[in-house]
């Protein structure tokens, strides 16, 4: 089938809830996808991060491909061999005791409600239902419904209420407003570290500082939402090791699952974790033993150290060469390591028309809030790679 005709099927029998380029790929290989007519893109998106170690990372499908020959699901029925290493070791590196797998990232952000509200309850005496939560605005956690219940994304939330209450949005970055709003019934801060859908925000420095100073005070939960920030995409394993912050709860996912499962978690401490008992909460498929040994495999690779540093060292070099275009079509550039949103000049058109053009030109991006572009290839990208991508985009800036 050709381009076209994909396109017209998917019209047809998918439903409508993305608007996708007009590339149909076909195959990926390492930074690399080809669609259906041969033709090569070099990919800067990376599925949101979910791939980070690259298409069909060998390390990882060679694990993949031997646990396929093994056993697959059990379901949380049974103990199976892969999930206790997985977790032991995941919780390792993020210096907690427990980990509750799940599969999407939406998953482990409800996972993670629900978790901090039980502790709420059980741990600091909150009475049952009054629970709240303060998030911050312009956050992005996924779509199920009560995620969009604290979203302020008119798209994502229009016709889906009744909503989740329960939630207090804050200005993303602004530690007092969140200490105006934490009262005696507040469970957890929820946060991005690094606003990702937002458009790659990057706090002030003294604000997940002050957030984790807060939280400790106040005897409130800080929950760092790393699913699209964390596992190496800023050059260190979690966006909050740039500021030296440990918060009380990890939510992972993305890059967890290695680019072919969705693995998610919930990682903390047995004290958090420890509310949860049999019945209260759970997944057919979370943490079965296909998953598992891909997670572990990752966690492997992440405690090699060499996806951060290749993310940082390369990450500088992709924001040098962005910030060159400020004034030639760029109004500003942001983010850390190989994760850069870009702000267009609207003159030059939407972000959309220049993803559009960049992929003509065979470079693949993401557009997010109307001009803004986000740069976020695999983590196995090259130099070359880089400045080949970086050219493309001036290029099309400059109309050519
Ligand atoms: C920060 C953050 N949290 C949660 C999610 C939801 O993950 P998923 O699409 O796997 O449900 C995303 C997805 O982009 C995300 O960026």
Known sequence: MTVLEHMTIDERHVARNYAPLPVVAASADG??????????YLDCLAAYSAVNFGHRNPEITA?????LDTVTLVSRA????????????????CGKEMVLPMNTGAEAVESGIKVARK????????????????????NFHGRTTTIVSFSDDDTARS?????????????????????????????????????????????PDDFLPGVRALCTERNVLMIADEIQSGLART???????????????????????????????????EEILGVLHPGEHGSTFGGNPLAAAVGSTVVAMLERGEYQARSAELGALLHTRLAELCGAGVLAVRGKGL?????????????????????????????????TLRFAPPLVITAEEIEWAVAQFAAVLAGR
């Open 159 to 203: 016709g889906f209420g009744p909503f989740t209450p329960g939630f207090r949005s804050v200005p993303f970055g602004d530690a007092g407003a969140v200490a105006a709003a934490i009262d005696e019934n507040t469970v957890a801060v929820l946060l991005e570290p690094i606003q990702g859908e937002a458009g790659i925000i990057v706090p």
């Open 235 to 269: 050059g260190r394993t979690f966006a909050c090791d740039h500021w030296d912050v440990v918060p009380d709860m990890y939510l992972l996912g993305k890059a967890l699952g290695g680019g072919v499962v969705p693995v998610s978690a919930v990682v903390a401490d």
């Open 119 to 138: 502790w709420g309850t059980d741990a600091k005496g909150v009475p049952a239902g009054r629970a709240n939560i303060v998030v911050a605005q312009n």
């Open 31 to 40: 930074v690399w996808i080809t669609d259906v007519a041969g033709r090569r």
């Open 339 to 371: 994760w850069a949103g870009v702000d267009i000049d609207p003159r030059l058109g939407t972000g959309k028309q220049i993803s559009v053009r960049l992929a003509e030109r065979g470079v693949l991006v993401k557009d997010t809030h109307g001009h």
């Open 78 to 93: 049974f103990h199976s061999d892969r999930l206790g290493p997985f977790c032991a070791a995941l919780a390792r590196m």
């Open 63 to 67: 694990v993949a491909h031997a646990q």
